[in-house]
T-cell receptor
Framework: DTEVTQTPKHLVMGMTNKKSLKCEQH?????MYWYKQKAKKPPELMFV???????INESVPSRFSPECPNSSLLNLHLHALQPEDSALYLC??????????FGPGTRLTVL | GENVEQHPSTLSVQEGDSAVIKCTYS??????FPWYKQELGKRPQLIID?????GEKKDQRIAVTLNKTAKHFSLHITETQPEDSAVYFC????????????FGDGTTLTVKP
């Protein structure tokens, strides 16, 4: 299996909701990433997990909470989001120091 | 931190022509430089990458060159085809463990048939 999968594909949530984004890979990659991408912009790094430990947090607001339950799974828990958080959320994985494989993304709309 | 600048922001070429996209980086410690292609509504996908111990790498119609002294690297696409139309991102990172890849702002390439 050479793909990164993400669920759901689309998510619409209110500002008081709690939801989670899920990411899975079975390539044996030990680095996993969350990115936020706005239209016509590059992916913006949010979090990096290396060997299931959070190694980089790019000063992301606490309403975004990452979790790495095991080496194949990565979650992003969302709570009390703002409309400006609407974006495409991309998960990626890699062998440390090598190319990143991106998932198809979750298109998030916050009302 | 690392800063990556990418030019041009848009590029339009005729089918069959060549396209060149250039990036500069600021951190001399960066040693891994991937290029990603993102088609509309799709995920970014690696098309070619280069490490700092190599000056040039080629894969069919795509090549990347790296000048470590000047801290710049370029993507060259020859014999462009309409399916090459996409947004291209360069990136720079330090090749140790899992680290931050800094992306350029992207180049929208349009290949006219």
């Amino acid at each position: 299996d050479t793909e990164v999968t993400q669920t759901p594909k689309h998510l619409v949530m209110g500002m008081t909701n709690k939801k989670s984004l899920k990411c899975e890979q079975h390539m044996g990659h030990r680095a996993m990433y969350w990115y936020k991408q706005k239209a016509k912009k590059p992916p913006e790094l949010m979090f990096v997990y290396s060997y299931e430990k959070l190694s980089i947090n790019e000063s992301v607001p606490s309403r975004f909470s990452p979790e790495c339950p095991n080496s194949s799974l990565l979650n992003l828990h969302l709570h009390a989001l703002q409309p400006e958080d609407s974006a495409l959320y991309l998960c990626a994985s890699s062998h440390p120091g090598y190319e990143q494989f991106f998932g198809p993304g979750t298109r998030l709309t916050v009302l | 931190g690392e800063n990556v600048e990418q030019h041009p922001s848009t590029l339009s070429v005729q089918e069959g022509d060549s396209a060149v996209i250039k990036c500069t980086y600021s951190d001399s410690a960066s040693n891994y430089f991937p290029w990603y292609k993102q088609e509309l509504g799709k995920r970014p996908q690696l098309i070619i990458d280069i490490r700092s111990n190599v000056g040039e790498k080629k894969d069919q119609r795509i090549a990347v060159t790296l000048n470590k002294t000047a801290k710049h690297f370029s993507l060259h696409i020859t014999e462009t085809q309409p399916e090459d139309s996409a947004v291209y991102f360069c990136a720079a990172s330090i090749d140790t463990n899992a680290g931050k890849s800094t992306f350029g702002d992207g180049t929208t390439l349009t290949v006219k048939p």
